[in-house]
């Protein structure tokens, strides 16, 4: 299927099965994603819930409402040809099948953008550790009313509240989103090594 749109030539790959293989599966996760419709995944909805830009979202889903396999390998060949040539080695030599449908997904929304793709920000255990962590240094006891009200009334994608915790020696009270308080305690879990590549976190990294 592929064949018809590419030629092996385009691709900088020294085994073509990789290709085959990611271009199959990514053909599959664009599948699915044509079929979707996502009008709170912007930026500035979900990180600061602006209703006009979720309403530039409706409009633009309504201008557009269907989209087929086929006019996506037409109309994005050139960076199809992209994310073979960059993500199919990398896709082979994943072993976990979260780590690959992440990948997908990655490519996926370079593809096909925040209207038909939505990226897992949280694994379970990290969607536990937010929870966790909001019981933990919610403190609404010393926080002004007014603010938590007018700000959650346009703000609802995420909890917006004030926050008592200490870190790194240093005592925070803060008005902020429960993502926020996230990224500041817990470093981002991911690892990957190889034969001549070691990448990580480090504990302590922010």
């Given at each position: 299927?592929?064949a ?7 691709f ?10 990611f ?9 699915t994603?044509t ?21 530039r979202?409706?409009e633009?889903l ?8 086929e ?20 896709y082979?030599l994943?072993?976990e099948?979260?780590?690959?449908k992440l990948?997908?997904d ?9 209207l ?13 550790q ?9 403190n609404?006891?010393i ?6 009200k007018?700000?959650?009334e346009t703000?609802?994608s995420?909890l917006?509240?004030l926050f ?16 926020e ?10 690892t ?5 590549m ?9």
């Amino acid at each position: 299927h592929v064949a018809g749109y590419f030629s092996i030539q385009e691709f900088q790959m020294r085994d073509y099965s990789n290709v085959s293989y990611f271009a199959t599966a990514l053909i599959q996760r664009l599948l699915t994603a044509t079929q979707c419709h996502y009008d709170d995944n912007s930026l500035l909805f979900y990180q600061f819930g602006s209703k006009e830009a979720q309403l530039r979202d409706i409009e633009q889903l309504r201008k557009e409402p269907e989209l087929s396999i086929e006019q996506v390998l037409e109309e994005k060949q050139e960076q199809f040809a992209q994310e073979l040539n960059t993500k199919a080695l990398l896709y082979s030599l994943l072993k976990e099948a979260d780590k690959k449908k992440l990948l997908l997904d990655i490519s996926a929304y370079a593809l096909l953008g925040k209207l038909r793709v939505k990226l897992p920000y949280y694994e379970k255990h990290n969607i536990q550790q937010r929870n966790d962590l909001v019981a933990k240094y919610e403190n609404t006891s010393i926080a002004d009313p007014e603010i938590l009200k007018t700000v959650r009334e346009t703000w609802r994608s995420d909890l917006f509240s004030l926050f008592d915790y200490s870190h790194n020696d240093s005592n925070f009270k803060l008005y902020t989103i429960s993502e926020e308080l996230f990224r500041h305690k817990c470093a981002p879990s991911y690892t990957v090594s190889g034969e001549s590549m070691n990448v990580g976190v480090s504990e302590g990294d922010i």
